[in-house]
């Protein structure tokens, strides 16, 4: 930690706060929006993007030390694909469920 | 400055975390429960990830892959059970 240089120190802060600023971004919207296609916004990207950022910060840390960050490049990679795989499917089954939603349906597509 | 840094993100991924832990008890839907699983399962990967940054151990990564693909695993497994009423058919 005290080899570091003031730039690498700098970008690897300021990539933990805004990661976990979005994290816990993604979870207050979850809480807080009205019904559960907004609550499905929140956490499907806000969070996402957290903690690609805490990633980022991490093989920051290691490209400093000399190391090549595979561990958490193959843990960025997953979470990115199945994010909106996982998030489609709960779509899916609200759709299916017919959860009750705020929006009104649109004029050209009126169902039932 | 890390220190701080590293801190102020370990207090809100805990927030978050709680606040996840508050839609699960509470969500009106079974999918609501099933999203709040999901969003759980992935700030305890930032979580083991911010333990790796602390600790200096690249170990932590290979639970952090495992538990992402644990939560990935489970949340297909609900919604399809929630739409389906079947995981395989």
Known sequence: MDVLTWGVELAVAALLVVGGAFTLIGA?????????????????????????GLLLASMAL??????????????????????????????????????????????????? | MIGWALNFALGAVGVAMLLCGWRLLRGPSAIDRVLALDTLYINVVALIILLGIQRRSSLLFEAALIVAMLGFVSTVALARYLSRGDVIE
């Open chain 1, 28 to 52: 207050i919207g979850m809480t807080r929006f009205a019904d559960f296609f907004m609550r499905l916004h929140a956490p499907t990207k806000a969070t996402t993007l957290g903690v690609g």
């Open chain 1, 62 to 112: 290691g490209w400093s030390a000399g190391m090549v960050g595979v561990h958490e490049l193959m843990i960025a990679l997953f979470l990115f694909v199945t994010a909106p795989v996982s998030a489609n499917l709960m779509a899916k089954a609200a759709l299916h469920l017919r959860v009750g939603s705020k929006a009104p349906p649109p004029e050209d597509l009126r169902r039932d």
